[in-house]
Nanobody, 121 residues
Framework: QVQLVESGGGLVQAGGSLRLSCAVS????????MGWYRQAPGKQRELVAM???????NYAGSVKGRFTISRDNAKNTLYLQMNSLKPEDTAVYYC???????????????WGQGTQVTVSS
């Protein structure tokens, strides 16, 4: 059973920082694309930042220069450093991964349960 567990969310004032973590556990052969998404109330889920299967990073325009995605492959953990937070960054942040559980397993997509980030003005 593969699990993605996010942590690090919370309440912060505008201009503050938070660091989100996503730990991937279970039987894992390889993790390909991996990233962070967010969903604000009444809005669609959107990409925040991700590592592509080729190792490149993509960021949403609204977070470029403020957020940094990183990963620790040895720990199967993904991070999102969020600086200069704004009220419009308020959302539930979800971790997402494309991975294979063993050599012959097809690539599957997994989501974490989400962590709330609230930025007060």
């Amino acid at each position: 059973q593969v699990q993605l567990v996010e942590s690090g969310g919370g309440l912060v004032q505008a201009g503050g920082s938070l660091r989100l973590s996503c730990a991937v556990s279970g039987t894992i052969f390889s993790i390909d694309a991996m990233g962070w998404y967010r969903q604000a109330p009444g809005k669609q889920r959107e990409l925040v930042a991700m590592f592509t299967s080729g190792g490149m990073t993509n960021y949403a325009g609204s977070v470029k220069g403020r957020f940094t995605i990183s990963r620790d492959n040895a720990k199967n953990t993904l991070y999102l450093q969020m600086n200069s937070l704004k009220p419009e960054d308020t959302a539930v942040y979800y971790c997402n991964a494309d991975l294979r559980r063993w050599y012959y397993d097809p690539q599957r997509n997994y989501w974490g349960q989400g962590t709330q980030v609230t930025v007060s003005s």
